[in-house]
Structures are given as structure tokens and as C-alpha cells.
């Protein structure tokens, strides 16, 4: 049989939008919804406004930033600041952007707080495990694997505040800021939005989810995807607003080959992906926080991840686990209604 590839789609909905969008009206407040592709996934924004105008001059400023960043942060353009920080790995310092220092200083923290169970060295797999534009259905060999893992230390990213430089101590090495990089983007999407006056709004980028505000004074509604259900299918429900859902799940870029679903989120301590959740939906104050935890969370499951999440301020959690059983925070159980089992599968 040959094998089983999933490529990452146009609108992945992780997080399903449940709230009804009723027709707009001359001078009454509608949604208005507006999405492109950029930074790899759908970004959309869904606006409560009474200006269709209006919408459209924010969400093309947002959509703008988005394209800025990915212009710093992409693994895939030669120029871009991630790609001279790899090119350069073993030589020298690389002066970045403020935009860039953030989110990787942001990483390494986080990086520290989970003892390195979330390293964005692991793009020293790129173009060794695919699962991105160069997916083809293949799995590489173990040893082959464990060589490149010795690449792998969130300690050898070197930073110079001062200089904002960063650099990567060992030729070979490289990084991806693909675990964080839009959930920053999401907050900056939000500061955006609150220059120009639109307090109640959803922007959601992939599996990065922000609700702002409210729907006519009701709360928005999202829904936790069904992670072996159709696309278009939530398992959970919540009605939520100023705070981020955030989603990382093994069924958005994956291989099922010989009975067995690899997928892109890799485990920094085995090099393989990880096995212990099959989605992890994490709530918090701002997207890049939600964005980044939610994998080392994924990784270390719900057992061990619930126990963070205990410990870690403003942050709550759902996982799925491998056997299908669902978790949920202290924080959240009065918030998440579990409309049915996830569903069943490999």
C-alpha cells in the first residue's frame, strides 16, 4: 500500500469557527471576513464592524504585517533573517531585527522553561523528515536521523541583546521558527486591529487563534477540531474571548506508512515525532505564548504536560491523548463543553 500524505491545506481548521455570521446591512454592525496565504497556512480575519470599508483597510494592514514577517522569519527565502543566521551557523553573528530577536529570545525561553522539549534547532531535520513543501511520502532512515540530531541544542543559540545579533555555534546547525512565528504575528495582528479602533475581531492563522471582544455583546464560540474526524468537525466547544487558542495536532502535516501516522512535530529528545497526543489546544493571554507551548505540551503529553501546566501562569490546556481520551485544565473545564468522543483511528 502506498503510503498516506497530508499536506498542510488551504484552511485548516484546527479550530473550528462556530459563531453564525448574519448578513450584513447598511449601517449595522455584520462580520466581515477577509483570508489570504501567507507564512505557509490560511490567515483569516473576521471582523465585527458596521464598515465594510473599514474591514477591508485593517485586515489588508494585517494581512501586510504578516507578509513582513514572513519576509524575516521563513526558512524558505534566501534572505530572509532565519536563512542568514543557518547560512552563517559556525562562523559568525548575525544582526537580525528587533521583530526576529523576539521571537527567538522568546523561544529560548521557553526552550529553558520545558528543559528543551521545545528547540527550534530542530531545522536541522529540514529536508531530512518531510513534511512541508517537499513532502513526499518517504521516512528517513534511523541512522541517518540520530547523525543529524547531534545538531539539535537550543544551547548553542548564541545571543547578543546589545548587538542583537544571533549566531549558531556549530557549521551544520539550523534553526525553524515555525512553532511561534505566527502566533506572533497574531499579537502583532492584534495591535494593528487596536490602532484602528476594532475591539471585537477573531484573526486566526493555522492552528493560532485570537478572540477579541464579542458578536452583537455574545461571546464568539470556537471549536477544538476532531483530530480523526472531518476537517470541519469540533469535538469541543467554547465560548471565549480576549485570550488565544492555540492547536497543534499530528493530523495537519503527516505520512501514514505501514500502519503508522509520522507527522511534524518532532520530539528533540528521540529526533522522531512525537507519540504521547494526537492534538493539544492550549488558551492564553497572547497568541505567541499559545503558539509555542502548545508543542512542547503536545510532546511531553498529557500526563507530564498537565503537570506544567499547573506550574505556568495564564495558561490552560485540552489534549487528546494517543489512546483518544480527552484532558482538560482545572481552568477550562467550565469553558469547554465536549460535544462527543474524538473519533477513533491511526
Known amino acids: 500500500m ?70 524575516l522569519m521563513s526558512n524558505w527565502l534566501p534572505d530572509s533573517d532565519v536563512s542568514r543566521i543557518i547560512a552563517a551557523a559556525g562562523v559568525a553573528p548575525v544582526v537580525v531585527s528587533e521583530d526576529t530577536f523576539r521571537v527567538i529570545e522568546f523561544s529560548q525561553a521557553v526552550s529553558k522553561a520545558s528543559k528543551g522539549t521545545f528547540d527550534i534547532t530542530v531545522g536541522a531535520f529540514r529536508g531530512l523528515w518531510k513534511f512541508d513543501d517537499d513532502v513526499d511520502g518517504t521516512i528517513p532512515d534511523a541512522r541517518a536521523v540520530l547523525e543529524r540530531k547531534k545538531l539539535v541544542n537550543w544551547r548553542d543559540v548564541v545571543l547578543d541583546k546589545r548587538k542583537r545579533t544571533v549566531m549558531l555555534r556549530r557549521k551544520g546547525m539550523a534553526i525553524t521558527l515555525g512553532g511561534v512565528a505566527k502566533g506572533y504575528a497574531v499579537d502583532r495582528a492584534r495591535a494593528i486591529l487596536a490602532t484602528e479602533g476594532l475591539d471585537d475581531y477573531i484573526v486566526q492563522a493555522g492552528g493560532d487563534l485570537y478572540v477579541s471582544g464579542s458578536k452583537d455583546g455574545k461571546p464568539w464560540v470556537v471549536g477544538i477540531r476532531d483530530p480523526r474526524g472531518p476537517r470541519d468537525d469540533s469535538f469541543a466547544l467554547a465560548a471565549v474571548h ?105
Request: hydrophobic share 45%; charged share 25%.
Open 2 to 71: 502506498p503510503p498516506v500524505i497530508a499536506r498542510a491545506r488551504p484552511l485548516l481548521v484546527v479550530l473550528a469557527l462556530a459563531a453564525g455570521a448574519p448578513a450584513a446591512q447598511a449601517q449595522t454592525s455584520a462580520v466581515h471576513t477577509r483570508s489570504t496565504k501567507v507564512m505557509g497556512t490560511r490567515v483569516s480575519v473576521m471582523l465585527w464592524t458596521d464598515s465594510e470599508t473599514r474591514a477591508a483597510s485593517a485586515s489588508r494592514k494585517v494581512f501586510d504585517e504578516f507578509a513582513r514577517l514572513d519576509k
Open 242 to 346: 480576549d485570550c488565544t487558542f492555540s492547536t497543534s495536532g499530528d493530523y495537519e502535516r503527516f505520512v501514514v506508512k505501514d500502519g503508522v501516522r509520522y507527522h511534524h512535530i518532532l520530539d528533540p529528545a528521540t529526533a522522531f515525532p512525537a507519540k504521547r497526543s494526537r492534538s493539544v489546544t492550549v488558551m492564553a493571554k497572547d497568541a505567541m505564548t499559545g503558539d509555542a507551548w502548545s508543542k512542547p505540551l503536545f510532546i511531553l503529553g498529557a500526563v507530564d504536560g498537565m503537570k506544567l501546566v499547573d506550574k505556568l501562569p495564564d495558561l490552560e490546556a485540552v489534549f487528546v491523548d494517543a489512546d483518544n481520551k480527552v484532558h482538560v485544565s482545572s481552568g477550562l473545564k467550565d469553558k469547554v463543553k465536549v460535544l462527543h468522543p474524538p473519533t477513533p483511528g491511526i
